[in-house]
């Protein structure tokens, strides 16, 4: 389901709000102003004051995202997530277009914590700790074909604009569509299925 977080007690942090709104180009006036509205910094004499090394509330901002979603539509949240690799954290060791969609799970728990604590993935032991969903990896059968399962509560669009972004960043050749053929967190369902190739 988009825009429920999995658990209570997840946070996201600043830099990957910082990138969202970073994304919204021309609307990014009114990102800022409904970030403030779900507390997720304040507007102070028309200027957004935010803390890019703080943790907010992951519900909140999926509230503020909810919103500017069904004002933007799909086309500009496609367009934030395209624009979230090259602001948000990412792990090292990406060398290929395998590596980078692999990276986009890791750097999922790497911008995320859960209760208070560190951030979902310790790098030096290579865990990942669960609540909030996945971004799925697989390399199918076929040659050059990767599949990915989203399953975490952020919209469709936006998940296909981040995987485009990494897919494109490595193989410009590449195509990264929807299979329309699965379910679709749109349409309620818990997951969307993207087909990467090249
Ligand atoms: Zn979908």
New binding site residues.
Partial sequence: MQFKAFEEGIEVNGQTVYAFVDGMGKFKSLGEQYMSNVGIGAMKGGKWLFDVNGWYPQQAWLDAFSTIAAEVGDGVLYTIGRAIPANARFPYGITDIYSAIRAIDIAYHINHRKNGKGCLYDAAAEIMYEGIGHYGYEQAPRKNFILSV?HNPYP??F??GIISAMAHKYDTKVMVI?DDSK?????G?ET??YLVSW
Avoid at 183 to 187: D, E, G, L
């Fill in positions: 989203s469709c669009a998940d296909m929807h379910p679709c967190r749109k349409n369902a969307c299925t």
